[in-house]
């Protein structure tokens, strides 16, 4: 028996799936990108060791290589499952699976969680609250939306993920120049375009884990900021879990199980939701992933159950065992989690603190850029600086916590724009 990995982007030494897949009875098979590995500066895993194949694809989002070489393998090792855990490998895994006629998640069941209109139209159907939303196919439908809706006007791919895509139009002279030069019915982001009315409030998200089609763990957090505003945000932002005894955070939890009988999930998966918490104390859908959240939620999730939400959906998709108390009541969290991003801006780094103070209570600290090297604006919502994480006994310690980190970075970060050091 074999398996095939999907690897998009990020890490491979943070998503160990050789150590996840080590009581695993067959082979396992590793596709990645050359040019992600790259960017995090590792090399692909030899082959014979941990890995029987390896392969790193150049061109992976665009060419058909990695299609290609998939089926080669599944004809040459029998491979008898296929483990994709990030957002962009979710269809090209199941279209796969659905090709070669292997069990997982497969195109019926990653639509609802990948195109956001197909998601918003059964959340309504079901009766769930979402924001008014437009599929658009021509800039007339855009004009007549905003001017029934007003302004911010929120303007996204139907299946974007990171805020890749991701416009906010403040005004009617926004949406003019918006259409005059970036509006391209023929673009990258056309006509899969979603118009959405703003809606005000602060963003929460749920992560959990759903396993033989039932949620075994669960917990809400909630962003302490826009997460549009990743290009021009240089202050800590902070995402912050909610207390054990805060009433929100169980309506989040219902609201969330009402999500999942919405789109029909497959049996094993990881999830990462959001919702707005309006002014008027409503609950909305922003939208819903099946996969685990970015960032540092794996390891926000790892702090409060002790489980890594992403080895236990891969495991689970395999049928290898998991820890006995998934399959009990779900848990709550044994403390609270707080987490501290910091984005990347403009400047030369001089200077960066690459260890933390020793603090007892940071659980994670991990920075992204070294001296010398030269910063831009950040691209997308995780071009980080720094992201860290500290536990506490209930929320107001966490915040108190990250603040203290947040000021020590920044006195420590020595950022050179220009030639003139700050």
């Not at 941990?50 to 089926?71: C, F, I, K, M, P």
């Not at 002279?173 to 005059?180: F, I, R, S, T, V």
């Not at 600086?385 to 603040?403: I, K, Q």
């Amino acid at each position: 028996m074999t398996v095939l990995v999907l690897h998009h982007r990020g890490s491979l030494e943070g998503t160990p799936y050789h150590g996840w897949l080590a009581d695993y009875e067959g082979d396992v098979l590793l596709i990645t990108s050359r040019e992600h590995l790259a960017l995090v500066a590792e090399e692909l895993p030899a082959e014979g060791g941990a890995y029987r194949r390896t392969a790193a694809v150049d061109g992976y989002e665009t060419s058909g290589e990695l299609e290609a070489l998939a089926l080669d393998w599944a004809r040459e090792y029998g491979i008898r499952h296929i483990v994709a855990c990030q957002e962009r490998d979710l269809e090209r895994a199941a279209e796969l699976r659905d090709v070669l006629g292997l069990p997982g998640q497969r195109m019926a069941t990653v639509l609802p969680f990948r195109d956001k209109a197909v998601m918003k139209r059964r959340a309504a159907a079901a009766g769930l609250p979402v924001a008014p939303y437009l599929e658009l196919e021509c800039a007339t439908e855009l004009i007549a939306f905003a001017e029934q809706y007003g302004f911010p006007l929120v303007l996204k791919p139907r299946d974007s993920a990171g805020s890749v895509g991701l416009r906010i139009l403040d005004s009617r002279e926004e949406l003019d120049e918006y259409l005059a030069d970036g509006f391209d019915l023929y673009g990258p982001y056309q006509p899969n375009l979603l118009a959405e009315a703003f809606v005000h409030g602060k963003m929460c998200h749920v992560d959990g884990l759903v396993v033989d089609g039932r949620t075994v763990l669960a917990w809400p957090s909630q962003y302490q900021y826009s997460l549009s505003s990743f290009r021009t945000d240089t202050g800590g932002r902070l995402d912050l879990t909610l207390d054990v005894d805060d009433p929100l955070a169980h309506r989040l939890l219902e609201f969330t199980e009402r999500t999942l009988e919405a789109l029909s999930g497959p049996e094993n998966f990881a999830f990462h939701a959001e919702f707005f918490h309006t002014p008027e104390d409503e609950l909305v859908l922003c939208e819903i992933a099946c996969r685990t959240g970015g960032a540092a939620i794996r390891d926000i999730v790892r702090t409060m159950f002790a489980v890594d939400p992403s080895e236990a959906w891969v495991r689970a998709q395999l049928g290898l065992p998991l820890p006995e108390w998934l399959g009990s009541e779900k848990p709550t969290p044994r403390r609270m989690v707080g987490q501290l991003v910091l984005m990347k801006r403009p400047g030369r780094v001089v200077s960066v603190p690459e260890e933390p103070p020793a603090f007892p209570w940071i659980e994670k600290y991990q920075v992204f850029v070294a001296p010398g090297q030269t910063m831009q604006a950040a691209a997308y919502s995780s071009d980080f600086l720094v992201t860290a994480l500290v536990s506490g006994a209930d929320r107001a310690e966490c915040e108190s916590r990250l603040r203290v980190l947040e000021q020590w970075f920044l006195g420590e970060l020595v950022l050179e724009p220009d030639g003139g050091a700050v």
